[in-house]
Protein backbone atom coordinates (compact mmCIF):
# COMPACT_ATOMS: atom_id res chain seq x y z
CA UNK A 1 0.00 0.00 0.00
CA UNK A 2 1.21 3.59 -0.91
CA UNK A 3 4.15 2.40 -3.19
CA UNK A 4 2.71 3.73 -6.15
CA UNK A 5 0.98 2.69 -9.64
CA UNK A 6 3.93 1.36 -11.06
CA UNK A 7 4.07 -1.51 -8.33
CA UNK A 8 0.62 -1.72 -7.86
CA UNK A 9 0.70 -3.00 -11.70
CA UNK A 10 3.45 -5.49 -11.18
CA UNK A 11 1.83 -6.78 -7.69
CA UNK A 12 -1.64 -7.22 -9.58
CA UNK A 13 0.28 -9.39 -12.43
CA UNK A 14 1.88 -11.64 -9.54
CA UNK A 15 -1.73 -11.80 -7.86
CA UNK A 16 -3.23 -12.61 -11.47
CA UNK A 17 -0.50 -14.98 -12.88
CA UNK A 18 0.73 -17.12 -9.62
CA UNK A 19 0.42 -20.97 -10.21
CA UNK A 20 1.41 -23.11 -7.17
CA UNK A 21 3.34 -20.07 -5.36
CA UNK A 22 5.42 -19.82 -8.67
CA UNK A 23 5.12 -16.86 -10.96
CA UNK A 24 6.66 -16.10 -13.82
CA UNK A 25 8.27 -12.33 -14.54
CA UNK A 26 9.96 -11.02 -18.14
CA UNK A 27 10.65 -7.40 -17.97
CA UNK A 28 10.38 -7.56 -21.98
CA UNK A 29 7.15 -9.01 -21.83
CA UNK A 30 5.48 -7.35 -18.55
CA UNK A 31 6.44 -3.59 -20.19
CA UNK A 32 4.55 -4.98 -23.65
CA UNK A 33 1.85 -5.90 -22.22
CA UNK A 34 1.19 -3.17 -19.29
CA UNK A 35 2.85 0.00 -21.06
CA UNK A 36 5.91 0.45 -19.15
CA UNK A 37 8.85 0.84 -19.91
CA UNK A 38 11.20 -2.35 -19.10
CA UNK A 39 13.74 -0.40 -16.46
CA UNK A 40 10.51 0.80 -14.43
CA UNK A 41 9.53 -2.82 -14.79
CA UNK A 42 12.53 -4.28 -13.40
CA UNK A 43 13.08 -1.41 -10.74
CA UNK A 44 9.43 -2.58 -9.42
CA UNK A 45 10.23 -6.57 -9.22
CA UNK A 46 13.38 -5.35 -7.53
CA UNK A 47 11.31 -3.66 -5.02
CA UNK A 48 9.49 -6.76 -4.25
CA UNK A 49 12.53 -8.66 -3.97
CA UNK A 50 13.43 -6.20 -1.13
CA UNK A 51 12.86 -6.23 2.74
CA UNK A 52 10.03 -5.15 3.83
CA UNK A 53 9.76 -4.53 7.65
CA UNK A 54 6.38 -3.91 7.54
CA UNK A 55 5.05 -6.76 5.99
CA UNK A 56 2.71 -9.09 8.32
CA UNK A 57 4.82 -12.12 6.89
CA UNK A 58 8.30 -12.37 8.13
CA UNK A 59 9.51 -15.05 6.10
CA UNK A 60 12.60 -13.48 3.61
CA UNK A 61 12.37 -10.48 5.77
CA UNK A 62 9.01 -9.72 4.20
CA UNK A 63 10.16 -9.40 1.02
CA UNK A 64 7.20 -10.54 -1.26
CA UNK A 65 9.08 -12.27 -4.32
CA UNK A 66 12.43 -14.54 -4.19
CA UNK A 67 14.00 -15.09 -7.70
CA UNK A 68 14.83 -18.80 -8.17
CA UNK A 69 15.65 -18.65 -11.77
CA UNK A 70 16.26 -16.31 -15.07
CA UNK A 71 12.77 -15.40 -14.85
CA UNK A 72 10.91 -17.35 -12.07
CA UNK A 73 10.02 -16.44 -8.75
CA UNK A 74 8.15 -17.49 -6.13
CA UNK A 75 5.34 -15.32 -4.09
CA UNK A 76 6.39 -15.90 -0.78
CA UNK A 77 2.94 -15.68 0.76
CA UNK A 78 0.97 -16.85 -1.36
CA UNK A 79 -0.30 -20.07 0.28
CA UNK A 80 -0.75 -18.51 3.23
CA UNK A 81 -3.22 -15.70 1.87
Not at 5 to 23: K, L, S
Not at 29 to 39: F, H, N
Request: overall charge negative.
Amino acid sequence: MGSGAEIFAIWGYVIANTIQGQVELNPKLLSALIGMPEDRVIAAIEYLKSPDESSRNDECGGARLVQEGRFAYRVVSHFIY
